[in-house]
């Protein structure tokens, strides 16, 4: 089932989507959650940060499993997805750093990585929360459109409009990954609750396609229509088409 939130505006987004974390943590403390990087969530985590700096919620008992890292840049990296991680939220709430989990991504053996991530996830039990953005092309962690998708965490060749994307981040399109780990498909729908979250004009067509568009793995978002429990929270731009 999906529950179509829309907000008026950056404050509601971010005070909506920290409000919904900050509920399971009160009501679960040992709560896990699923992570995601980008542009998207980052007002969240921002409020989050407030929430917990003010006393409403902690993170002490709770632990973290990101969707996704780039292959080949060390951990320390400015634009790795562990370093997003910390700078953005871990390192100003009080979870334990080593209850939050990231693919590794500079591992001499990426296939051996992504094995060790999806029996890391498997130990976990199920994730209580998982976190989404949206990419422009329908996917979700990295699992990028294609004919056939893959369940657990796995090795994706990151598509070119991906890596032209996320190129504002570093200094030139060549020094952006060819390649990252990311949670499957598979690993995404066992999460108990999703909480996917996208923000502007840009988006708007993408998320019609993924919300009311045929479930096809040419836009693997289109695969949360099969969820028992979606919250897709919206601004007004990118909810204009549903
Ligand atoms: C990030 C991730 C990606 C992003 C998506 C949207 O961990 O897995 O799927 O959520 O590319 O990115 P933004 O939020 O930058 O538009």
Same mark, same amino acid.
């Given at each position: ?7 008026? #505006? ?14 399971? !943590? ?97 130990? &976990? ?11 422009? #092309? ?41 390649? &990252? ?19 502007? &004009? ?21 695969? !949360?229509?099969?969820?028992? #429990? ?13």
């Amino acid at each position: 089932m999906i529950n179509i939130i829309k907000v008026n #505006n950056e404050q509601q987004f971010n005070e909506t989507g920290a409000g919904i974390i900050a509920s399971l !943590l009160q009501s679960k403390p040992r709560a896990i959650l699923g992570l995601a990087t980008g542009s998207t969530p980052v007002g969240v985590y921002g409020k989050l940060i407030e929430l917990y700096l003010e006393g409403v919620v902690s993170f002490k008992q709770a632990s973290s499993y990101n969707l996704d890292e780039y292959i080949g840049l060390p951990a320390n990296h400015p634009e790795s997805y562990r370093q997003f991680m910390n700078d953005k939220l871990f390192n100003h709430i009080d979870i334990l750093l080593e209850n939050t989990h990231v693919p590794s991504g500079n591992a001499v053996d990426p296939d051996k990585a992504a094995a060790d991530y999806s029996e890391l996830l498997e130990n &976990a039990g199920q994730i209580d929360l998982q976190l989404l953005g949206l990419g422009h #092309n329908g996917h979700i962690g990295f699992n990028e459109p294609s004919d056939e998708l893959q369940g657990p965490p796995h090795i994706v060749t990151l598509d070119e409009r991906t890596r032209q994307a996320n190129a504002r981040f570093f200094k030139s399109i060549d020094e952006v990954p060819t390649h &990252a780990i990311t949670m499957g498909i598979g690993s995404i729908l066992h999460a108990k609750q999703i909480l996917l979250m996208a923000k502007g &004009a840009d988006k708007a067509e993408i998320v019609a396609q993924a919300l009311k568009g045929p479930i096809t793995t040419q836009c693997p978002a289109s695969f !949360l229509q099969t969820h028992p #429990n979606v919250v897709v929270l919206l601004d007004q731009a990118a909810g204009r088409l549903v």
